[in-house]
């Protein structure tokens, strides 16, 4: 028992340095989740507003004052107007 007083201090400087590393591993492997779950959801965001952009024009681009989208509504196939 004795022999385990003389390295006490090494072994518990030993587990603090353990503890202190996967601290950091942890804290920094979260942090990437969350950049990538943020990078994905302005792309998504980015991607959605370029399809909505898309749609807004074709639905706009009509020339003779909506007639199609006038006839896709008397149909009932008209959805997000």
């Known amino acids: ?10 072994i518990i400087g030993l587990g603090a340095l353990i503890v202190g590393v ?13 950049n990538e ?6 792309a998504d965001a980015k991607q959605a507003r ?4 898309a749609a807004d024009r074709v639905r706009h681009a009509d020339g003779d004052n909506g007639t199609a989208i ?6 009932k196939r008209l959805r997000d107007l």
Not at 70 to 75: A, F, I, N, S, V
């Open 1 to 10: 028992m004795a022999i385990w007083l003389r390295f006490k201090a090494y």
């Open 22 to 34: 996967l601290a950091i591993y942890l804290t920094g492997k979260r942090d990437g989740v969350q």
């Open 37 to 42: 779950f943020d990078r994905q959801a302005k």
């Open 50 to 53: 370029t399809v909505e952009d």
């Open 70 to 75: 006038e006839r896709l509504r008397k149909h």
